[in-house]
């Protein structure tokens, strides 16, 4: 979470109308490219005089999909390969540990470690030992360990691959397995291209979380497809120093003490969960942030997917995204992970990212697990003085809310790129891209990063913001926290996604 180093100034209130024309109540209308639609939930709840309001929904799992995407494995004894990293230094450990609590960054749970004996494709090809399987194909796999982590993603840098195998990703002696089809990494990579991005970081396919100090890829080619069409590499891996096993039993526990478990709070737990912990990779390092699953107002089910700029700017980034999804506690300060959380890996494509606003808009590639809710929003400008509540995760740890009110405006510059450091001033309806937030329960940390805003109208919650930063914590509850405005960042672009297309009606 960045850190804001200054609020001043006085707040104007002035007027300003964002969004599609309509009266309230269910009779309401909304204005879509010069053509006149009936609300798009027509319930006086979904629409706000002079705005746009998409309700929530559940979200129901195409196909019964598990979003966790582990999978029997099919074949339990391959001739692997195994590489051992040293363990990572006391060095290097408290050269890394500086940057877990340093203001104005994404949380970071993991470090980028170089693996030589598969940094190049030659040297990966002697490490692949390739053995016939029942069907006529070929398999081969290599198991790489670097002590101490708490969990690996492999960074498999792809020059040729073929478009007919399968990958699996999985611990040694586990029977389940991230199972994912080559051509589905191949898509990966061509959207970092289609991006503009030509570096080997585009062409840098990041595995799935895999929980301990060890991870094994797995490769099959079908019958009559060349093993010598496989030209990969491993150069890197992230040690990750933090991270959930999937028994529940490595929750990190490392928010604050006036944190809240979104559990305690009733009022939220809709909300709670279109609300996601968000992982992803840059440089090989690993960090997380919190994002919100969005509604459309057609109800389409596409999973739009809300969160911080400065957590993912790039498409490059956007690919490596891991979401978490009811990462909360059992019950009300338990500290124990709810059984149901559920993981889905994949990705995203990043539709829209600005810094203006400090928006990133994504749309997911794989399926949120059922369960899972569509948020709800609203392109009215916020108003100063209304209930609010922000659902995230601190540090990285389980689902917290905090509450409190909106209370003003903000203008904000970044000061430093480097370390996301920026200032702000109090400002007005018009003139402010930014909102400030002030807690009387909870606060803000870093991995809270990106996590919605939600005002209440009536007695419904609506997203109006995503966080930026700020100067809140537990030892300052009265410190602010600037969410990016969402009626601004709609105007500029994400009407595009969000609402029908010119000329039509949801």
Sequence with gaps: M??????????????????????????????????TCLSPTAKATDVLSSGTVSRAESMQAASGAEASALQPRLLLAVRTSR????????????????????????????????????ASVAATQAQLQWQATASGGQVAAISISTGQAKGVRLGVLVRSLPAQATLRIYAQGSTTAYTVQAQEVLDTLQRNRDAGDSSDAARMYWTPVVDGAEATLEIELPAAISTAGVEIAIPRLSHLFMTPLADGTN???????????????????????????????????????????LNDTRGSGIPYFLGANHCISTQAAASTLQTWWFYRATSCGSGVMNAGARSLPGGATLLYQSETTDTSFMRLLGTPPAGAVFSGWSVNPATVGSVAASLHHPDGDLQKVSTGSITSFLSCTLLSASTLNFSCTNSTQSGGNFINAKFTSGATEEGSSGAPLFETVGTSHYLVGQLYGGNSSCSNLSGSNAYGRFDVAYTAALSRWLTAAAGTCP
């Design 251 to 293: 929750v990190a526990k490392a928010a604050g003490s006036c944190e809240v478990d979104a559990v305690c709070n009733t009022s939220y737990t809709s909300e709670s969960n279109s609300v996601a912990r968000m992982s992803f990779v840059e440089d090989g390092a690993s960090f997380v942030c919190t994002g919100t699953l």
């Design 2 to 35: 960045a850190r804001i180093l200054a609020v001043s100034g006085v707040v104007l209130a002035v007027g300003l109308v964002v969004g599609c024309s309509g009266g309230g109540g269910g009779g309401g209308t909304a204005t879509s490219g010069g053509t």
């Design 83 to 118: 590489v051992a990293l040293a363990d990572v230094s006391q060095a290097r450990l408290a050269a890394e540990k500086p940057l877990l609590t340093q203001v104005g960054v994404p949380r970071k749970i993991g470090l980028a470690r170089d693996v030589a004996a598969t």
